[in-house]
């Protein structure tokens, strides 16, 4: 099967490359002439476990390809992959002006029937509205379907979510082009579903929706839990067991970040809002993710009062682990709160610091190491759970800061471990050790 695949952003470059792993001939499509070039040579853009070795192996085996140049990227592509991004516009609805400007050149470019599928996060109605602009501008001189076909990689596991998937969601209105779909994804061994073209884009946006509300939810159990003595792991663990609930998505901490969540969560808001529906749980979702991110500082502040001049050490500053993502990562307003104080805020991330130079206040100091950030600091704040900070010898802590406190974030350290190496450790839902 020849496969086009338009944008090499994050979800776009993934699906190539796990596509012509299974065996399709694959061209990615992207307009950056320099980015291409490095993706020529096997160099990923992005941060994601064994991308490049996947890409350096299937470029050598002819299967996958790159360019800039339209012509030929479409040239003799039985199915055209949409993989641009939606990102959120002012009002938090989805900014569809990359996926149009796509459809035209699809219209333009094609020489024969095609299969177009939507990856792309769009909102309900988007795959319609994207044929129709195609169909108008094609006039019937090529046969042209559309698939929906959303994604639910999660960054930093991409390559494995891809092989290890819980389900793959196909939508669509001809069977042909459903029938096409499904044999095209066979090979990945994952469940099919198979819906309606409406139904498939709602499940995208209700799946991150639902996963976010389960994040605040727990949040918000997190932080009644400090109220009444009780310890959000255990309550996590006990509720998890339950098989309806699920054990997944129960880990409190300093809010949601990233990509998706944040601008699909306030999409669908948007969404419901357009279609005269007040999508109240939603709405406080969002709300409650956005005070979450605060509440490590409102601690630090309960705790050495007056932050001026303190020297505020932070761990971590990626949305997440195993990715130097920074969109909408808590480190970003957590680190304007500390710089608003007063306070000398002196950073380490292991992959995420070139990113975070870019984009965190100028006030912000960074260190070479874990150990760096945290020489002679007043307090240390936990914002990412990478493996090196669970790992993290707390003696070591002890010897470096000038006052051993430590705000956790993420809930790294073991309470006993704390106590055990005569740290101040105050966490997410659990009991101060003091
Ligand atoms: C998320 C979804 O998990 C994917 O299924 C989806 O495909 C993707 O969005 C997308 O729409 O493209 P991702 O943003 O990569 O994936 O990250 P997650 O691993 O889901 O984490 C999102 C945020 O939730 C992170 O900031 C993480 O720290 C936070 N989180 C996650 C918690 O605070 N607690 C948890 O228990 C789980």
Not at 85 to 109: F, H, I, N, R, W
Not at 220 to 226: D, G, P, T
Not at 267 to 293: C, K, T
Request: a negative charge; proline letters at 3%.
């Amino acid at each position: 099967m020849k496969i086009s695949v338009v944008g090499t952003g994050y979800v776009g470059l993934v699906t190539g490359v796990c596509l012509s792993e299974i065996g399709h001939n694959v061209t990615c499509i992207d307009i950056n002439e320099e980015k291409v070039t490095s993706l020529k040579k096997g160099k990923s853009p992005i941060y994601e476990p064994g991308l490049e070795e996947l890409m350096v192996k299937n470029i050598e085996e002819n299967r996958l390809e790159f360019t800039s140049d339209l012509v030929k990227g479409y040239s003799g592509a039985e199915v055209i992959y949409i993989a641009v991004g939606t990102p959120q516009m002012e009002d938090g609805s989805a900014d569809l002006s990359y996926v149009e400007s796509v459809a035209k050149d699809v219209a333009t470019y094609i020489k024969n029937d095609s299969i177009i599928v939507i990856k792309s996060t769009v909102p309900v109605g988007t795959n319609e509205r994207v044929l129709a602009i195609i169909q108008s501008l094609v006039k019937g001189k090529y046969k042209v379907n559309i698939v929906s076909n959303p994604e639910f990689l999660r960054e930093g596991s991409a390559v494995k979510d891809t092989f290890h998937g819980d389900r793959i969601v196909i939508g669509y209105a001809e069977e042909s082009a459903g029938r096409v779909l499904e044999s095209i994804n066979k090979p990945f061994g994952i469940p099919i579903f198979k819906t309606d073209i409406r139904s498939a884009e709602m499940i995208k946006y209700a799946s991150n929706a639902f996963l976010a509300t389960k994040i605040s939810f727990i949040n918000e159990i997190a932080n009644i839990c400090e109220k009444i003595d009780a310890n959000i792991e255990d309550v996590s663990k006990g509720m998890g067991l339950d098989k309806r609930i699920g054990e997944h998505f129960l880990n409190a901490g300093i809010g949601y970040g990233g990509s998706c969540f944040p601008k699909d969560t306030k999409a669908l808001v948007q969404i419901a809002g357009q279609n005269l529906y007040d999508f109240e749980l939603l709405s406080s979702v969002i709300r409650v993710n956005s005070n979450q991110q605060y509440l490590l500082v409102e601690k630090l502040k309960q705790r050495l009062g007056n932050l001026s001049g303190k020297t505020i050490a932070l761990w971590g500053l990626a949305f997440k682990p195993n990715t130097d993502d920074m969109r909408e990562a808590p480190s970003i307003v957590i680190s304007q709160r500390l710089v608003d104080e007063g306070a000398n805020v002196i950073a380490y991330d292991p992959i995420a610091i070139g990113n975070a130079k870019k984009i965190l206040n100028k006030e912000v100091a960074y260190a070479e190491s874990f150990s760096d950030a945290i020489k002679g600091a007043d307090a240390l704040l936990i914002l990412t759970e990478w493996n090196e900070v669970k790992t993290f010898n707390l003696e070591e802590i002890n010897q470096l800061m000038k006052t051993p406190i430590i705000f956790d974030g993420r809930n790294c350290f073991d309470l006993k471990d704390a106590m055990k190496a005569n740290i101040e450790y105050y966490s997410i839902g659990r009991p101060p050790v003091t």
